[in-house]
């Protein structure tokens, strides 16, 4: 088993900045790509984030240039650096990573419960 822990959501300005972070822990598993998605209340829960395992990042296009997402992987550590937000992009923020599960030898997807982003006009 594998568990997730996002923090660092909190009420901030527009144009204001944030850093959330995820820390996940268990046993028995390698962590592959880890991801940020992004819902607003009426929305979809969206991807706006990706980093591969060898440092690759992807993002949605309204984020991109104004958020980046890094990793500590000796710390097991997903981290998105949130610049310049803007009032779209207030909502909860999820962390999920995939994982190598060395005991069922398959890879796996988890979840966090989220953390909130209010950002006030």
């Known amino acids: 088993q594998v568990q997730l822990v996002e923090s660092g959501g909190d009420l901030v300005q527009e144009g204001g900045s944030l850093r959330l972070s995820c820390a996940a822990s268990g046993s028995s598993f390698r962590l592959t790509d880890m991801s940020w998605y992004h819902r607003s209340p009426g929305q979809e829960r969206n991807e706006v984030a990706r980093i591969k395992l060898r440092g690759e990042t992807i993002y949605e296009g309204y984020v991109e240039g104004r958020f980046t997402i890094s990793r500590e992987d000796d710390k097991k550590m997903v981290y998105l650096q949130m610049n310049h937000l803007r009032p779209e992009g207030a909502g909860t923020y999820y962390c999920?990573?995939?994982?190598?599960?060395?005991?069922?030898?398959?890879?796996?997807?988890?979840w966090g419960k989220g953390t909130r982003v209010t950002v006030s006009s």
């Open positions: 999920k990573v995939r994982v190598w599960n060395m005991l069922s030898k398959r890879y796996e997807d988890y």
